[in-house]
């Protein structure tokens, strides 16, 4: 028996280069398909919707060693010229209506790209593919007839399965109610939002592209969003504001401690933080124009604590050793089953949680930067309210958890804010003089180019903090031990209600009218702080038998400025190379951004917080004596080889130089 | 190599007979597993439940040729004494802890078989298997340690997957939030109530066995709620009310108009059924002292424009030619969704819809009555206040629609009421002295043997109206065209305010203090109905090519009641054999029931829904001409001769036996 075949052609897609042998009469959107190339397109081969525009080129392509041409493909039809127009004549063609008839080669432009890439720009620049969970697709059908009086869910679910191959789909309640009206509102023709390819979310009359997401990192102190467009990848705007539960209490414990104590705790603390996301999702929605009934999917981080509280878990557990969460993995919530006020069908995905201390925010940093893909040892620090430590490589990761406080973020600081316009983010004072430069968020000068009534400092923010710290130590205004040293005359340097303390800006500089200082009770706030995070760094190089880090990345939010040089002088962190030393800014925000984008990232969220082995250092009995070791500046014990080179360059008060222990303790 | 093998032993399960050759050493329950005898458990071999009791039959068994013993398995343990105690005398075992050692024939007690059954009593007696969607499941877990510091989720799903071997398990957001209270409350012992074997609806601690859940069939008039203990398949009570829209619209067509012409009208047509679901939940759950918070699924089933009211879809497009549904396959959506006061977490199963007027109530008939599975050809005629056909067998099943009103369940009839005690159910009126005799539901006696101020009647239900006409009818009171007999001198024929009437009850015998009459009006409501039951029939008898039925299943909402020769003689439907005609009541109540009681049912209602080929009846020429035929009683052309011979038998009005038809028409 003869088995009569079609003749192949040899097709090439550009500029990736996938080529193959494509049998004659095959769509070129099937061809594309077929050669693993991902072309856009919403209407699935109708000829609606015009995505899917790509560009022959013409003439012999020598690389290839084959002949192609236009008239290689099947004859334009009126539908082309439509989307086309002018664009035909450079060789423009709709890959839904040309059929391969001989060697072709085709030219993908961007746009007709399915999968969009964005770029987080960070210390190591990294692309997302824009794969989200939400995906919109346009429909037109055959009205119901007294010959085919089919159901309406049944005539868009035959249709799903014969035009884009998707089959078991499922509709959200809310939407079934709104899907007979809004296919008689589009005379049949619909655009279907898509969830995980699995659940339709919407249904809208006509064709609709705007697909709006919405990213939150909530904070113990502070709640960042994220208004995504889930077509480009891009963020559209960011809405932050203080977590409303800080009138509760100002830190993880006392919240739980909270909910505990009283009988509608956990139902005030979870309606404080729901209702502070309703105002994120409708300030920023509203800033550009939309309304938070566009938002067809939430992603949210937080802390184990903060991930309990706004699912509205009772959290006594997750504050009590042996600090169990109620769930690890990732979950999908329908938004109006936690009372949030977006699309009525959206879901809420939420993080998964690595363990009791080390939570979404921190699987948000995971996925963001990747350090199961790194051979270089990296310790990660998330600096929050709470500090979370991730370190190793592919091999093996570890992470921690410790009680920074919110000194970082700001809080428990006398003049300290959160990093905003006329908050202080840089501070440099002189060695000789010992007078105070700064920078404040907002203007593009120091102050000493302003006038003083030009300045208006408000506070000073974390990076700030760090910097005013740090300077006043290398400037010898303060020792090792973070006490003012004695005997000083200097018109900043004086007693206040706190006691010892140090004039940042004068009044005249503030928008507050009076002196902004640093107290002896603030850098004992930082201290205490960075002696938490250094000492369990400490023990985690321990547990990995490491001498020495390869990188380190902060993040967390006080923003992208942080001054490695001078973080490193009040020993935030082991000594390193200070050009490896990286500020990523909020990086658990960016991982439920990346997470929104991203569903292969959901997935590798929830394998890699199972992977990652959790370690609960406080408990260690070296864990106090190195917490003590850390209160120093930089610290007792551990040489920073780093920090003396760049001493040595930059200079410092002649007793800092000699403060420096000088080997690496063991 | 080579390998040992374990020796194999005999073992026999009774009273089903499985038997095979099982592995020494293997446990009792694994064996039965493996020979196909669902045995009850809900611990997991924890030994905790004691449900899997099994008898040990001693001596020789000489039909399987096996000598069988005690001995043959392992020793008795301790917990089997705490759960059988003096029961171990005679040969009880717990299954979860006997190993078999020999050849065993093993006695399973009813109680201890998993799948339970429940018998429907009614024309054709049906076994339903007890299989629900929930189940109820024991698990004890080890409490978190440092060591193990493990989520409370992953520790019940690893334990689900380790013991009860189910994997995939999602859990409802509500009942996640209970999860970790449930847990400690329980002191890590628990029952997990499963849906479907995917999702966990309940937690709680302890061992509870108690599984309750609910189908209410929603008609237009009538709305019958059956709770059920889903362990057992039995009814526990039920619960029937108006339907509280009627006050919107007596019937589906001026409710549909409701909601298209009034803003607000869906609302109010679905808040009101809605709230009728909550009363019956209510009162159903309250009279055998529970909540209806413990009922844990809900099935409905109602024509397609209840379904589309409760369901709170908009009913336009199924009032409107071509009448397509919004949907046809069954939906499972959450109680919550739909306002319904159960469980939080439960489920609602709505049934499939056949199509624009056969709704899912018919397939609550289909699944109760299984047409599909028999060889007869049956017409079965489901008549509430719309009229639904089912004709045909396992090879081809057709269904239609008409519009009877609500006269079979006493609306539009003057004194007609729902079959209630004091509604009259029976009338039997002598030839003679046209004096009539009637029953009453509550009373055991007929009203004659009955002094007249014991007999109360209120009303007459759906069974008393066709009695008392047919009565008339066969005694020469009224016409074959349904008009009084002129000239017919009796005290109970008169004239009253709706023109010629017959009293059926004098005002001492009833509880309202007045005369209870059947009119002419009545009567022409009567044949209204019948007439437009009967054409229906007769065309679907003619898209068939069926000359005449084999079997007539009358299910409605007028009981169990309805008198099949006086059905005839009226000419509800065509000619049949009389034994062949049967009453099954509320059959598309037992349909809910089944497919709560039923997964597979379930599915087989997904299928035959849509296997049923609806025809659209009132729109065929044919349809007036046969309407207007079927006026007559008990018709214009077609012939009864199973309704002579019973006239020949019973008596009659010499002019009703001239009156009948004598041959069968085309």
Redesign the interface.
Known sequence: MAITEEPKHFVVFQPSGRRGHIEEGTWLLDAAHELGVELETICGKMRTCGKCKVRIEEGSFERYGIESSRAHLSKIIEKEREHLGAQLDDGYRLACAARVQGNVVVFVPEESRAVKQVVRKTATERVINVQPAIRKVYLELRP???Q????????VTDAMRRVFHLDHLGID??T??E???AL?AGEWKVTLTLWMNREIVRVEPGLVERSIGLAVDVGTTTVAGYLCDLKTGEVITTEAMMNPQVSYGEDVMSRITYAMTHDDGLAKLNRAIIEGLNTIAKNATERVGLTPGEILEVVLVGNTAMHHLF????P??VGK?????????S?D??AR??GLRVHSSANVHILP?E??FVGADNVGVLIAEEPYNQDALELIIDIGTNGELIMGNRTKLISSSCATGPAFEGAHIKFGMRAAPGSIERVRIDLQTLEARFKVIGKELWNDELEPEQIGARGICGSGIIEVIAEMFRAGIIDKTGRFVKGLQHPRVRKGEDGDEYVLAWANETSIGKDMTVSIKDIRALQLAKAAMYAGAKLMMRRLGLKKLDRVILAGAFGSYIDRERSMLLGLFPDCELSNVYAVGNAAGDGARIALLNTDKREEANRYARQVE?V?LT?EPAFEREFMYAMHLPHMRDAFPNVETWLDKEGCAASVRAALPKVLAA
Chains 1, 2 share one sequence.
């Open positions: 119901p007839t007294l085919n009086p089919l159901g309406d869910w049944e005539r309640y809310r079934l109610l899907l007979s009206q008689r699912t509205n878990i009772y006594e557990h050793a042996p600090f169990p969460p109620t769930l690890h993995h979950i919530v329908k089953d936690m949680i363990a009791g959790y609960e408990v």
